[in-house]
Every structure is written in C-alpha cells, then in structure tokens.
C-alpha cells in the first residue's frame, strides 16, 4: 500500500523560501517512477507543479519555472520542492504525487505566502 506523507509547509512572507518534504512509502521500484508536486488553492483544481523522473530530468510549470526547485533521493524514496521568492499566488495546499496522479492522495501541506 503506498503512502505519501507531504511536510515542510507553513506561513511564509512573499519573497521567502520553503523546503516542501514528501516521504513514500510502498512505491515499488521507485527509481522507475517518475514524481511530482501538485498544488490545489482554494476554489481552483489541483494542477501540476513539476515533476521528475527517475534519471533526474525535470519539468516545471511556467508559473514557477525559474523559482522552485524538484528533487529526488531515490535511495530513501523522498521527494523535495525547494520554493524560493514565494508570491501570494503560490498560496496553496501541496501535494506529491506519481506524474499521473496514480497513487492515493496524501494530505498535503499547506503553503501561504502572505505578508
């Protein structure tokens, strides 16, 4: 059964950094699966943020290309999202997920970006 367990999240100026965590667990051969960070704000659908496969090569949404950050340590089955200069539209709840949104939803990690 796999687990996904997001952390790192909080309340944050704009301008400031987090360092988003995503513990799996259950994921058979890892490495062979390619990861992702979704975000859902209020009223809006969850969408992709960027997402990583197992060789290291990534892709980013427009919105935060430049800015955030995916990575991966294949050996404890983690997944990051280093988020430097954080704006109000990047308030949001957090989640990691397989690229396809193929495993069961975590809980998330809710981001603010508020002065």
């Known amino acids: 059964q796999v687990q996904l367990v997001e952390s790192g999240g909080g309340l944050v100026q704009p301008g400031g950094s987090l360092k988003l965590s995503c513990a799996t667990s259950?994921?058979?051969?890892?490495?062979?699966?390619?990861m992702a960070w979704y975000r859902q704000a209020p009223g809006k659908q969850r969408e992709l943020v960027a997402r990583?496969?197992?060789?290291?090569?990534?892709y980013y949404d427009d919105s935060v290309k430049g800015r955030f950050a995916i990575a991966r340590d294949n050996a404890k089955s983690m997944v990051y999202l280093q988020m430097n200069s954080l704006k109000p539209e990047d308030t949001a709840v957090y989640y990691c997920?397989?690229?396809?949104?193929?495993?069961?939803w975590g809980q998330g990690t809710q981001v603010t970006v508020s002065s």
């Open positions: 997920n397989g690229a396809s949104g193929n495993f069961k």
């Open positions: 990583m496969n197992g060789f290291g090569t990534a």
């Open positions: 259950g994921i058979i051969r890892f490495t062979a699966n390619a």
